[in-house]
């Protein structure tokens, strides 16, 4: 089964305070997975993708197939990263996201 | 280019009734996703259209139909309303080159309330 779990509702830091926000998946064979952030009163977007190993706006994302996590992270929390994250997994057909259920983030000075 | 447009913003239905939701896709897209989003979940896939054809449907009943007109532009139709069906309905676009990915970009969403 293709499957995303994001087991935080919830994740309430300070500022500059470090901040992971854990993703675990189900997949068979090479999964090409995704974050997404919604901020408010805004539409979804892409954060990052796995498969280009880029850090946007500071966050970075490690695919670990042993642990079968994609966890985001950031050392240094802003308060402009609160939001909703959601982790996303391209399903074995290549043309649908599966989503988890999204972690709002909330970060306070 | 405004990006992926959705209409119309919310819609209030009653159960039973049948709804129509319309997509137009960002400049140089040829391929329409729809997802549906509950309250609390992450956004769920329908179906997506590509060359006016549904390419790809996610476990959803037939009530849930779509189309996807020559210019790209989509349209999701629910008929036979359920009050399970109130959610926010978000359309993504892309274009397909090969067998690649590519990054769909998604609309500010439907919210529909069935009543």
């Known amino acids: 089964a293709q499957r995303v779990t994001q087991p935080e509702k919830l994740l309430s830091v300070f500022k500059g305070a470090p901040v992971e926000l854990k993703c675990n998946y189900s997949?068979?064979?090479?999964?090409?997975l995704f974050w997404y952030v919604q901020y408010s009163r805004q539409r979804l977007q892409l954060l990052l993708r796995h498969i280009s190993r880029e850090s946007i706006k500071g966050f970075t994302a490690d695919l670990n197939k042993g642990e079968t996590s994609f966890h985001l992270k950031k050392p240094f929390a802003q308060e402009e990263d609160s939001a909703m994250y959601y982790c996303a997994l391209l399903n074995q057909a290549g043309t649908a996201l599966i989503f988890g259920k999204g972690t709002t983030l909330s970060v306070s000075s | 280019d405004a990006g992926v447009t959705q209409s119309p913003t919310h819609l209030i239905k009653t159960r039973g009734q049948q709804v129509t939701l319309r997509c137009s896709p960002k400049s140089g897209h040829d391929t329409v996703s729809w997802y549906q989003q509950a309250l609390g979940q992450g956004p769920q896939f329908i179906f997506q259209?590509?060359?006016?054809?549904?390419?790809q449907r996610g476990n959803f009943p037939d009530r849930f139909s779509g189309h996807q007109f020559p210019n790209y532009s989509s349209e999701l139709n629910v008929n036979a309303l359920l009050l399970g069906d109130s959610a926010l309905y978000l359309c993504a676009s892309s274009f397909l080159s090969g067998g690649a990915y590519n990054e769909q970009f998604f609309g500010p969403g439907t919210r529909l309330t069935v009543l």
């Open positions: 997949y068979s064979g090479s999964p090409e």
């Open positions: 259209y590509y060359e006016e054809e549904e390419r």
